[in-house]
């Protein structure tokens, strides 16, 4: 029972910090605008493409998404659902245009 309650508890402080992560990067994305201070474009997709096999075209991509939404999702691949509007941009052809 004690082992039960452990886990019950790790998995609700688990949620938690995910909602509050969710919260944080939505709030990100959700501020461009006059006197909201810019991300590290450069930076940012530096680390994102840093894996990439295409780290050029990787990175021209990046850029453009995260000066369009001032957002970069976290890691170097997926993570789409903590910048809607990263996650939301396309090619004409329908693909997803942002790494």
Do not use: W
């Amino acid at each position: 029972m004690a082992i039960f309650r452990s886990k019950l508890i790790l998995l609700l402080i688990l949620f938690c910090f995910t909602t509050y992560e969710l919260h944080v990067h939505a709030a990100e994305a959700a501020q461009v605008g006059e006197g909201v201070v810019k991300i590290d474009c450069g930076g940012r997709c530096k680390g994102r493409c840093s894996k990439s096999s295409r780290p050029n075209l990787c990175l021209r991509a990046c850029n453009s998404c995260c000066y369009r939404c001032n957002c970069v999702p976290p890691g170097t691949a997926g993570n789409h659902h903590l910048c809607p509007c990263y996650a939301s941009i396309t090619t004409r052809g329908g693909r997803l245009k942002c790494p």
